[in-house]
């Protein structure tokens, strides 16, 4: 929209757009007698550009994203954080295609968001949990924020919507198997192992060493000590966006130790690599035909593992149910804490005493009785 002015020597227009870069222009010119000169020339200058640019309401919302990251973001985040901005982007791609700024208020954001976690519309079928909504919203506002202040937007669009999402978020206390449902699940493992299939050596190497599916799926047999039974957790596998090595979360590289039991699965399964199938990248889990396994074949299987060894229904996991099975078992069992914490590769401590708040909290109540009962057989 051009602004028009009174100036001493007559009337003045000044427009702005963008060119196909997302880089802004500006252009100025007075002397005209009339203001409606001033605006008819402004007006026909205005035409001209938008042949060949866009004015700032009519520019492509993904042209402005990639250009805010590009300048904003991604000099300055880690390649895991790159990753997340990434696929969030793409939902909205997927949403709001080439739709221009102008045409995105708050109406057309609640329905993405609406039908992003409720797997309705262009994401008919898939359903995401709320965290991963709440995480495509935040870096939706972040991006609107600076739309806000480059006068695209009076307010940000995104602050008045909220998330939704299909079913909640299972509790932490349904994320892990039990002390006997673990024991059920490895005593099949063992007793049915053949080397033919990944997920039998993939699902015991992940309930003994708590390690994150991505870096279970990133594992190479060059990361693997198998003298000092040890793996060293240098990468993981990105499974949505570039299908390549990436760092493990939070960079946080780690040494985790293996029992002598999963060392001899795994020398099993390396026996049976070299002799049938070809493996140029080195991959410790192959599916049989020597391709990366998918997340979602992973799954299947291993629900069939869980329901083969007798798990009931109710009682089954995630991949990620692996990782949370390995803590509470060790935190149960009295192992310190940090030592979990290191194991885990969380950035903190304090993550994993809010991960696993849980049973901290049920091992208080225990720890409490065995507090009165040391105290009365010392004290009386």
Avoid: C
Avoid at 46 to 55: A, C, N, R, S, V
Avoid at 59 to 73: A, D, E, F, G, Q
Avoid at 96 to 103: E, L, R, V
Avoid at 104 to 132: C, M, R, W, Y
């Amino acid at each position: 929209m051009a602004v028009i002015r009174q100036r001493s020597n007559g009337w003045t227009y000044q427009i702005s757009w963008y060119d196909e870069n997302g880089k802004r222009h500006y252009k100025t010119k007075g002397g005209f007698k009339l203001r409606r000169d001033a605006a008819a020339a402004a007006q026909e200058v205005e035409l001209y550009h938008q042949k060949d640019g866009f004015q700032k309401e009519d520019t492509p919302l993904m042209l402005y994203i990639r250009k805010w990251y590009k300048l904003y973001k991604e000099p300055h985040i880690a390649e895991r954080t790159k990753l997340s901005y990434l696929k969030s982007f793409a939902y909205i791609e997927q949403f709001f295609a080439n739709k221009p700024m102008g045409g995105v208020g708050t109406d057309q954001i609640q329905e993405f968001i609406n039908d992003l976690g409720k797997g309705k519309g262009v994401f008919h079928g898939h359903p995401h949990a709320k965290e991963s909504v709440d995480k495509v919203r935040t870096h939706l506002s972040a991006v609107m924020k600076h739309a806000v202040r480059d006068g695209i937007y009076r307010f940000n669009p995104v602050e008045g919507t909220k998330v939704t999402f299909a079913n909640a978020a299972k509790s932490e206390r349904d994320k892990f198997l039990n002390l006997d449902n673990q024991k059920k699940l490895s005593a099949y493992i063992l007793d049915n192992f053949t080397p033919k299939y990944f997920i039998y050596a993939f699902a015991y190497t992940g309930l003994n060493t708590g390690l994150r599916p991505g870096e279970l799926f990133g594992l190479t047999w060059d990361n693997i000590d198998m003298k000092k039974q040890i793996i060293h957790v240098v990468q993981a596998w990105d499974y949505t966006t570039t299908f390549d090595f990436i760092p493990p979360k939070e960079n946080h590289k780690r040494d985790v130790s293996i029992t002598p039991k999963v060392v001899e699965l795994l020398k099993d399964l390396r026996k049976h690599q070299m002799a049938h199938l070809k493996n140029p990248r080195n991959f410790v889990f192959l599916t049989y035909l020597g391709k990366v396994p998918s997340p979602v074949t992973t799954l299947r299987q291993f629900k069939q593992l869980q329901s083969a060894s007798g798990i009931p229904d109710d009682d089954r996991v995630s991949l990620h149910g692996m990782r949370h099975s390995h803590a509470s078992l060790l935190l149960y069992q009295g192992v310190n804490i940090k030592s979990i914490s290191e194991r885990l590769g969380h950035k903190d401590i304090q993550t994993t005493m809010r991960v696993y708040a849980h049973v901290l909290d049920e091992m208080k109540d225990r720890d409490d009785a065995l507090i009165q009962q040391i105290l009365e057989k010392e004290f009386g």
